[in-house]
Structures are given as structure tokens and as C-alpha cells.
């Protein structure tokens, strides 16, 4: 009998974030989805502007800086919706779960998770719990080149280079769109 994906609640979605985000250098954030344009709320996300509609927990770790290079407080550029569309590549659910436990990772591979082994269920099962939450119709979208050519691309070892769309010298990360929820998900890699 196939194991029965897991569906998210307050509860098991604070302690999925905690497990894939809640260390090193990430970002975690939902905000509302007001408009049919999704990068317009995108952006808000982004930009510290939106408040999670359900009120669960989320996550900024992002590297501390000498200086404020956004101009936001956020730790990303303060991009026009028509710039992160040109950044970001549509991907399918698997690639996204991938892509949520590889970030976990240096440089955004799995192979460099400690105990990878050990741990790899566990962090699959809050991949599918994070993303459970915006729903079967949801969309997903990424900032790694590798998807840009095959949106099915195995992103648990990209071999990618990422339009950098933070303030850092390198980040990954994932969007997921639903009718009603914008997440942002995201990994900062600073020399």
C-alpha cells in the first residue's frame, strides 16, 4: 500500500519548515494571492510585505550583511514582477520536492546534506507536507537554469548554474502559486 502523502496543518507545517529551513542561511515566507498576475504577490513576498493568510509559521534567516543592498530589509532585490518572470522556471511537483530537500544542501545538492542517508524519508515527507498545503492545482516555479530546459529536471543534484535574485552572491529556491497562497522558499550562499 503506497504511503498516503501527508497533508498540512498549523502544526506539521512549523515542524516541516523547521526540519528544511530552520537552519543555515533560508528563507521562508507565504503571503496572499490578490492578483491573476502571481508575480505581482510574488514580489510582496519577497519584499517582507505580506502577511502568511493563515498565520502559520515562517522563516528569515537570510546572512547578515554591513549594509542593506535591497533597500527593502528583504533579502532580495527589489525586482519588477516582469523581471522575476524572466528569472523563474515552471517545474512539476516532483522536481519542487526535490528542489525543497536539496536546498538543504551546499550549493543546493543533496549529496551534501550530513547523514543524508539517514534522514532522506523524513525530509521527503516535509517536502510533500509543505507543498500539500497550495493544493493539487498548484504551480511551481524555480530560479535554477537546469529547469529552464526540462521543467521535469532532476533537482535533487542540479548540475545548474541560478538567477541570482537575492542580494548574496548565490541562491535557489522555489515559488509555489495556488489560487489563494504565494510561498517563497529559499537558500543564500554568501562569500
Partial sequence: MPEQEPVADAESWRAAVLELFGGGWTFAQVGPRRHDDWRRDVTTVMALKATDPR?????????????????????????????????????????????????????????????????????????????????????????????????DADLLNPDTEWDCLSVYTTDCGLVAVSDTEIGVFWAFFED
Fill in 55 to 151: 498565520r502559520w509559521a515562517s522563516l528569515n534567516y537570510a546572512p547578515e550583511v554591513g549594509e542593506n543592498r535591497s533597500g527593502t530589509n528583504a533579502p532580495f532585490f527589489p525586482w519588477s514582477p516582469e523581471e522575476i518572470g524572466t528569472s523563474l522556471h515552471e517545474v512539476g511537483g516532483e522536481s519542487a520536492s526535490q528542489l525543497l530537500v536539496a536546498l538543504q544542501g551546499d550549493m543546493y545538492q543533496a549529496a551534501n546534506i550530513p547523514d543524508l542517508d539517514q534522514r532522506k524519508e523524513s525530509l521527503f515527507r516535509s517536502s510533500r507536507t509543505i507543498l500539500s498545503r497550495f493544493g493539487d492545482c498548484c504551480r511551481f516555479f524555480t530560479n535554477a537554469a537546469e529547469a529552464h530546459r526540462n521543467p
